[in-house]
């Protein structure tokens, strides 16, 4: 009934789904996490919905729907901070507890912009 191969899919969202689960469980690199998932990517991803909000609105659309875009990315967000919260408390010691510090500041900051 077709040429389509629903394994390639199957292993794209096995993929994804593990990339989630093993931030989540804590077993991702604490410095991985913090550093490039969180600092790196989060706020890229935090900017970049907040131009397109600021677009939008320039463009006259929906206050609705630029509240919608600006707020996209904070789901993500509280995901990545809740999961260095939970790598570092396995990891313990002070760099531990100082990137638990920075990824509630993180959190803050790209919640207000």
């Given amino acids: 009934m077709g040429d389509f ?10 993929h994804k789904a593990g990339f989630l689960r093993s931030r989540w469980r804590g077993e991702a690199p604490l410095d991985r996490l913090f550093w490039r998932d969180m ?5 890229i991803l935090s900017v970049a919905s907040s131009a397109l909000a600021l677009i939008l609105l320039g463009l006259k659309l929906p ?3 630029v509240l919608a875009v600006h707020f996209l990315p904070v789901p993500y967000t509280i995901f990545l901070t809740v999961a ?3 790598t570092a408390e ?5 760099k ?7 990824s509630a500041l993180w959190l803050i900051a790209t919640a207000i912009v």
């Fill in 90 to 94: 396995k990891s313990g010691g002070l």
């Fill in 39 to 43: 600092l790196l990517v989060g706020t």
């Fill in 84 to 86: 260095v919260w939970r």
């Fill in 63 to 65: 206050l609705w729907l």
């Fill in 5 to 14: 191969d629903s394994t390639g899919v199957t292993a794209l969202i096995d």
């Fill in 96 to 102: 531990a507890q100082l990137m638990m510090l920075g």
